[in-house]
C-alpha cells in the first residue's frame, strides 16, 4: 500500500512562528526551535494537539446533535439539528471539521491538528531536559491523536489523504495537491498507528493531574471502534453505494466486496480491549454514595430499582469514574453548554437561571426503551402497546412511583419501563432531578416546571426533557454553579456492546455474545437475554435472541438505549446503512401548546428531517478546498 507521507497543508506566506498555535509560542514570534528548547514549552505543544478534540457538550458546536434524538425551538439555530434539517451546504459547510468553523466556541480544522501532532513528533526528541522515556511516551500521544483525528475525518468525510509526515516548505504543487486514499488504506493506517503508539503508553493514567491524557487503556478502546467501523456495512463491501467511486489519480475509494474476516478483527480488538481494561481497573459504574434527601423513602420502598436508576442516572455525569476509559478533560463552560440547554426550574424563569429549555429527546427515543422487563415494547406481552396512549394514574403501589407522580395521570407509556428510560427521560407528571431538588414535572401548556410560557420560544418541543445530560447537584443560578465532568468519548459498556456486535456478525448467537449484553443489562437491573427471549410468556417472538438477524437488531437496540444521546446514534445509523429509516421521516412529539389533557396527548410532527441517500452518509468537502486542491474529489451527491 501507498500512503501520501505529506501534511494537508502547508505554510507559504508565512513562517510556521506567525500562525495562530494558540499558546506555543509567546508572542508568535518566537522560532519554532524555541518550542522544543524546554519541556515546559514542548509540553504546550502536546496540550495543543489534545485541543482539537471535539467540543461534544458545546451546543452550537457539537456533532451529538445530528441524530433524531433531539429537537429545538426553530430559533435556535443549532447546527447539529440544522444539519439534520437539510441546511447543509458546500460553499459553506455547517460544523466543518475540515478547514474549521465557529458554534460556540472555536472548533480548529482536523488537518490543522494533524499537522501540529507531526510537528511534536518531528522535534520532541531534540528536547534536552526530557528523558528519553518522557520524549517516548509523549510522541506516542501525538502518534495515537494523529490517527485518531485521521479516524474522525474518516468518519466524517468517508475517505480522506493519509497525512503522516508534513509537506515542507520547498515541496513543489504537484506535492502539495494530494489524493484521497482509499477507506481501507485510511483504515489500515489509523489502525497501524495506534499500534505503534501503543508500545510506547503508559498502561493507565491515574494521576489526578494528567486525567484525559492518551494511555494504553484508551488506545486499545478506541481501536476497537475504529475496526467496528471497518467492519461494518456502510464501509464494509458496499457496492450499493460507492461502486465506481473514484479518486482523481483513478483509485476506488470503497472496497465493494465484503469481508467476513473484518468482523473478526473488530471482534479480537474488542476483545483485547476488554482484558486491558479490566486489567487496568476500569468496570462497570455503580452509583455508591447516600441517594438525595429527596428519594429517602422511596429508597427504603424499593431499594433494588432505586439502586439501579441511580447506576444510570450518574454513569455520565460522576466526574472521571471507574467505567470512564477515556473523557475529554476540556468541558465547554460558557452559557451554551449542552447541560444549560435542558430543562428550568420555572417557566418564569430567565437566562440568569443558567438554563434553557432548548433540547428535547424526540418521542421515538421515548419509545425506544425497553419494558421493565428487559423487552421493547412492542415485544412484551406483558405490556399495552397497543393502548399505550391511554391513561394510567400514578398509585403508591407501583413501582414506578419513583418517577410518576402519585395521583396524578399520564400516559400508560410513562409505565412500567427499565431504569434507563427513567434515568435519561423527563416526561409529564413524572419527577426530574435537577438544580439540587426534586422536580414534579408539568409538561402542559402554561405549566410549570416543564410546560411552554406564552409564546416563548425556550421550550421543549416534544413535551420531554432530557436528565442525562445533567448533573442533579448543578444548580441554575449561574452557570459557575453548573457541575461540569469530562464528556465521555469512551467507555466501558461500549466495547462490550462492541463485542456483542462483532463476534455476533462473525460466529453467530453464542453464550459469549449474551454474555456480553448481559453485563450491560445486569448495571440496571434488567433480566438476561437468553432468558426473557426465550420466555414464551413474556416475549412475543419467542427465540429471537437465538439467530443472528434476531440478535443483530437486539443488539443494535440495546447499544442504542445504553449511549443514547452521548454521539453514538447517528453514527451507528450510518455506518449500519440504516439513515433512510431513520433520519428521514419527521420528529414527533406531544402537543405543548396545548393544556388540555387529551389535547396534550396528541402525537404531532414537530420538525422535519431530511436524509439524502446516498449523499447525507458523509459530509461534503468546502468548494473552496477543491478550488485549492483540483485532486480532490467531492462527495458522491455535493
Same mark, same amino acid.
Given at each position: 500500500m501507498k500512503i501520501l507521507k505529506y501534511s494537508l497543508f502547508i505554510l507559504l506566506l508565512s513562517s510556521w512562528a506567525c500562525t495562530?498555535?494558540?499558546?506555543?509560542?509567546?508572542?508568535?514570534?518566537?522560532? !519554532?526551535?524555541?518550542?522544543?528548547? =524546554?519541556? @515546559?514549552?514542548?509540553?504546550?505543544?502536546?496540550? @495543543?494537539?489534545?485541543?482539537?478534540?471535539?467540543?461534544?457538550?458545546?451546543?452550537?458546536g457539537t456533532?451529538?446533535?445530528? %441524530?433524531?434524538?433531539?429537537? /429545538?425551538?426553530?430559533r435556535?439555530?443549532?447546527? #447539529?439539528?440544522? &444539519?439534520?434539517? *437539510?441546511?447543509?451546504? @458546500?460553499?459553506?459547510?455547517?460544523?466543518?471539521? $475540515?478547514?474549521?468553523?465557529?458554534?460556540?466556541?472555536?472548533?480548529?480544522?482536523?488537518?490543522?491538528a494533524i499537522r501540529d501532532c507531526n510537528i511534536l513528533i518531528e522535534n520532541i526528541h531534540s528536547v534536552p531536559d526530557m528523558t528519553i522515556e518522557e520524549q517516548? +511516551?509523549?510522541?506516542?500521544?501525538?502518534?495515537?491523536?494523529?490517527?485518531?483525528?485521521?479516524?474522525?475525518?474518516?468518519?466524517?468525510?468517508g475517505p480522506v489523504p493519509i497525512m503522516d509526515k508534513n509537506i515542507p516548505i520547498s515541496a513543489s504543487l504537484d506535492e502539495i495537491r494530494v489524493y484521497r486514499n482509499s477507506t481501507d488504506e485510511c483504515f489500515e493506517y489509523i489502525t497501524n498507528t495506534m499500534d505503534e503508539a501503543i508500545k510506547d503508553l503508559p498502561k493507565r493514567v491515574t494521576n489526578t493531574l494528567y486525567l484525559g491524557r492518551i494511555d494504553r487503556t484508551i488506545a486499545y478502546a478506541i481501536k476497537s471502534r475504529v475496526?467496528?467501523?471497518?467492519?461494518?456495512?456502510?464501509?464494509?463491501?458496499?457496492?450499493?453505494?460507492?461502486? *465506481?467511486?473514484? *479518486?482523481?489519480?483513478?483509485?476506488?475509494l470503497f472496497n465493494t466486496t465484503y469481508d467476513a474476516n473484518k468482523w473478526k478483527l473488530a471482534m479480537e480488538a474488542a476483545d483485547t480491549a476488554l482484558q486491558?481494561?479490566?486489567?487496568?481497573?476500569?468496570?462497570?459504574?455503580?452509583?455508591?454514595?447516600?441517594?438525595?434527601?429527596?428519594?429517602?423513602?422511596?429508597?427504603?420502598?424499593?431499594?433494588?430499582?432505586?439502586?439501579?436508576?441511580?447506576?444510570?442516572?450518574?454513569?455520565?455525569?460522576?466526574? $472521571?469514574?471507574?467505567?470512564?476509559?477515556?473523557?475529554?478533560?476540556?468541558?465547554?463552560? %460558557? $452559557? $451554551?453548554? &449542552?447541560?444549560?440547554?435542558?430543562m428550568i426550574k420555572s417557566t418564569s424563569a430567565s437566562s440568569n437561571e443558567a438554563a434553557w429549555q432548548w433540547l428535547s429527546p424526540t418521542y421515538r427515543m421515548a419509545e425506544l426503551y425497553y419494558t421493565k422487563n428487559g423487552l421493547p415494547i412492542d415485544e412484551d406481552l406483558t405490556f399495552d402497546y397497543a393502548n399505550r396512549y391511554d391513561y394510567r394514574k400514578g398509585m403508591s403501589s407501583d413501582l414506578s412511583l419513583f418517577e410518576v407522580q402519585a395521583g396524578q395521570e399520564t400516559v400508560k407509556l410513562h409505565f412500567d419501563r427499565e431504569a434507563r428510560f427513567y434515568? +435519561?427521560?423527563?416526561?409529564?407528571?413524572?419527577?426530574? =432531578?435537577?438544580?439540587?431538588?426534586?422536580? %414534579?414535572?408539568?409538561?402542559?401548556?402554561?405549566?410549570?416546571? *416543564?410546560?411552554?410560557?406564552?409564546? /416563548?420560544?425556550?421550550? !421543549? @418541543?416534544?413535551?420531554?426533557?432530557?436528565?442525562?445530560?445533567?448533573?442533579?447537584?448543578?444548580?441554575?443560578?449561574?452557570?459557575?454553579?453548573?457541575?461540569?465532568y469530562p464528556w465521555p468519548i469512551i467507555r466501558l459498556a461500549e466495547l462490550y456492546l462492541n463485542y456483542a456486535e462483532a463476534a455476533n456478525e462473525f460466529g453467530g448467537a453464542t453464550q459469549d455474545v449474551y454474555d456480553a449484553i448481559n453485563t450491560v443489562r445486569a448495571r440496571v437491573g434488567l433480566p438476561k437475554v437468553e432468558e426473557v427471549w426465550a420466555d414464551a410468556a413474556l416475549a412475543k417472538t419467542v427465540n429471537k435472541h437465538t439467530s443472528k438477524d434476531g440478535l443483530r437488531e437486539i443488539i443494535q437496540q440495546e447499544r442504542m438505549i445504553e449511549l443514547a444521546f452521548? #454521539?453514538?446514534?447517528?453514527?451507528? &445509523? =450510518? =455506518?449500519?446503512?440504516?439513515?433512510?429509516?431513520? !433520519?428521514?421521516?419527521?420528529?414527533?412529539?406531544?402537543?405543548?401548546?396545548?393544556?388540555?389533557?387529551?389535547?396534550?396527548?396528541? !402525537?404531532?410532527?414537530?420538525?422535519?428531517?431530511?436524509?439524502?441517500?446516498?449523499?447525507?452518509?458523509?459530509?461534503?468537502?468546502k468548494l473552496e478546498e477543491l478550488v485549492r486542491n483540483p485532486n480532490l474529489v467531492q462527495n458522491l451527491g455535493w
Open positions: 495562530d498555535y494558540l499558546d506555543i509560542v509567546p508572542e508568535k514570534t518566537q522560532e !519554532l526551535d524555541l518550542v522544543f528548547e =524546554r519541556k @515546559t514549552e514542548a509540553y504546550k505543544a502536546l496540550a @495543543t494537539c489534545y485541543t482539537y478534540l471535539p467540543n461534544n457538550d458545546d451546543l452550537y456533532s451529538v446533535l445530528m %441524530s433524531d434524538e433531539f429537537t /429545538s425551538p426553530t435556535q439555530a443549532v447546527n #447539529g439539528i440544522e &444539519i439534520m434539517q *437539510g441546511k447543509q451546504s @458546500t460553499n459553506d459547510p455547517i460544523l466543518n471539521y $475540515w478547514t474549521g468553523f465557529t458554534g460556540g466556541s472555536w472548533q480548529g480544522s482536523f488537518w490543522n517516548d +511516551t509523549w510522541e506516542a500521544e501525538a502518534e495515537f491523536l494523529k490517527a485518531y483525528y485521521h479516524f474522525l475525518l474518516l468518519r466524517t468525510y475496526l467496528l467501523y471497518a467492519a461494518s456495512p456502510l464501509f464494509n463491501g458496499n457496492a450499493e453505494y460507492y461502486a *465506481g467511486f473514484k *479518486g482523481k489519480d483513478g483509485k476506488e486491558v481494561a479490566l486489567a487496568n481497573s476500569v468496570e462497570m459504574y455503580k452509583y455508591s454514595d447516600t441517594y438525595g434527601k429527596y428519594d429517602d423513602t422511596y429508597a427504603q420502598y424499593d431499594s433494588a430499582n432505586a439502586g439501579y436508576f441511580y447506576n444510570y442516572r450518574y454513569v455520565m455525569v460522576d466526574k $472521571w469514574n471507574n467505567e470512564l476509559i477515556w473523557g475529554n478533560s476540556q468541558p465547554e463552560t %460558557s $452559557w $451554551w453548554q &449542552i447541560q444549560a440547554s435542558t434515568a +435519561t427521560i423527563a416526561f409529564d407528571r413524572g419527577y426530574n =432531578r435537577a438544580h439540587g431538588i426534586k422536580q %414534579s414535572i408539568k409538561m402542559r401548556y402554561e405549566e410549570e416546571p *416543564g410546560g411552554r410560557s406564552g409564546s /416563548s420560544n425556550d421550550y !421543549l @418541543t416534544t413535551g420531554y426533557a432530557l436528565k442525562k445530560f445533567v448533573h442533579p447537584d448543578s444548580q441554575g443560578d449561574t452557570y459557575s454553579n453548573l457541575i461540569n452521548e #454521539g453514538h446514534r447517528y453514527h451507528d &445509523i =450510518r =455506518r449500519w446503512k440504516m439513515g433512510e429509516n431513520y !433520519l428521514n421521516t419527521p420528529i414527533q412529539g406531544w402537543n405543548v401548546d396545548e393544556s388540555d389533557r387529551d389535547k396534550f396527548y396528541t !402525537l404531532s410532527d414537530v420538525q422535519q428531517r431530511v436524509f439524502v441517500s446516498p449523499r447525507d452518509y458523509f459530509q461534503p468537502i
